[in-house]
Every structure is written in C-alpha cells, then in structure tokens.
C-alpha cells in the first residue's frame, strides 16, 4: 500500500494519507450514475453548472439531501447557472448573499437546508415552501428533480 506524506504551512503537522483512499474516492464520483444524471441534466439544457455537478453532488450527499434537490433550485433561481450574481446560483437571501465561488454558495446552501434552525426538521415541500413562499414553488423545483431522475425517491417522496 502506497502512502503519501502531506505537510501543509509553517505549523501544520505531516499527515499520512492513503493514495488508494483517495484514487478510490475520486474514480467512484466519476463513475457515480447520479453525476453522470446531474452533467446531462445541464448539458441539455445547456447550462454552464454542468461543471460543477460533483460540487452539488458532494454537497447533497455531505448534508444528507436528495441529490436532485440543489441542481433543481438553481434551474429555478438561475437558469442553472444563466443568470446569477455574486456567485449565487440560488437566488439565496433575495440575492443579497454573496459567495467568493459558486462551490462555495452550493455548500453554504447545502448546509442552510439540512442545518439550519428554519429547514432542519422539514421534509422536502416544508423546505421549499421555507425557501420560497410562493405556492407554485414545491412543484416547479420538483418537476425539474423528476426529469433529473424519476425514479428516485430518497428522503421524501416526490409528489
């Protein structure tokens, strides 16, 4: 087994890491089906978040959210990435937030939706009636997570 010595600053303290570890990781997201949904899903619409689709994915499976959820609210907000500012491709806080990377604001939000004290406990409609109020706002998110895949059901089911 092959290991790698990884020092970091002035301070840090050397960590041993398994290059096995991290090759298996990275070959499993890139062979991960639920990446390859999220990269067609915006390249058939055209949508420059295509790049980041392990990004949402990481962010979805960290925080313990539907997959399909992330990518969804930002066709809804953005376009799928068409139209934003401030690296806010979810519209987040009216637009107001501002994240030094789309990264950044795709964990941030990740993080808001299944932390925070707002939409901690709710299941998938209570979260999206949190995010927006508008009535019509659960259904055009889920419409777009049933063409991502519809059969996919995890944490909630899709109505």
């Known amino acids: 087994m092959r290991k790698v010595l990884l020092a970091g600053g002035l301070f840090a303290s ?19 089906s639920r990446l390859q949904k ?10 420059p978040l295509r790049d ?8 979805a ?3 313990d959210l539907d997959w399909r959820l ?27 937030e501002s994240f030094s990377s789309v990264g950044e604001g795709i964990h941030y939000v990740a993080s808001q939706l299944a932390n925070s004290k707002l939409y901690k406990d709710k299941n998938l409609d209570g979260k999206l009636r949190t995010y927006n109020a508008n ?22 089911a899709i109505n």
């Open 70 to 96: 992330l990518p969804s609210i930002s066709m809804v907000e953005s376009s799928g990435g068409k139209d934003y500012r401030n690296n806010n491709v979810f519209g987040w806080d009216s637009c107001r």
């Open 61 to 63: 499976d960290r925080n």
């Open 38 to 47: 999220i990269e067609q899903f915006f390249a058939d619409r055209d949508c």
């Open 135 to 156: 009535p019509d706002y659960p259904h055009r998110v889920k419409a777009f997570m049933r063409v991502m895949d519809p059969g996919e059901k995890r944490h909630t």
């Open 14 to 32: 050397p960590v041993l890491v398994n290059v096995g570890q991290i090759t298996a990781k990275a070959d499993t997201a890139l062979h991960d």
């Open 52 to 59: 980041s689709a392990a990004v949402f994915l990481e962010a």
